[in-house]
């Protein structure tokens, strides 16, 4: 799978996605840091990738509804910092992976996840 991780994850999730065969980049590495939610899903929807982000407004299906783009996956810790979030997504990236993402918005949370 081809993904795209929004700038608030951390960088070495992609490494984690590569070492096991994915495509993975950062939109710091893509000089797409700072753009616009609506940029960013263009750019992945032009490039076939998931777009993966912690960014609520990202997960609105009113502005941007399952089907409109390649897929996206929200992911909701709890806590807060940089290492707390790299261990939820690590801890959590599994489960994603061996689904159908293609055009879902897949929410992730320490409860579950949600797919629409």
């Known amino acids: 799978m081809n993904f795209k991780l929004d700038e608030h994850l ?3 999730i ?3 996605l590569r070492s096991v065969g994915h495509d993975a980049a950062t939109v710091q590495q ?3 840091a700072g753009s616009s939610d ?3 899903l263009a750019r992945a929807r032009d ?18 509804p399952p089907g409109s783009h390649p897929g996206i996956v929200l992911f909701r810790p709890h806590a807060i910092g940089r290492r ?6 690590r801890r959590h990236l599994d489960r994603p992976l061996q689904m159908t993402l293609g055009g879902h918005l ?7 996840i949600r797919v629409r």
């Open 10 to 12: 951390p960088a070495e």
């Open 106 to 112: 897949v929410v992730v949370s320490d409860t579950g």
């Open 38 to 40: 609506s940029v960013l």
């Open 47 to 64: 490039e076939g990738r998931i777009l993966l982000t912690m960014d609520k407004g990202i997960g609105n299906i009113r502005a941007y």
């Open 30 to 32: 893509l000089g797409l």
């Open 84 to 89: 707390a979030t790299l261990a939820f997504v």
């Open 14 to 16: 992609a490494g984690d």
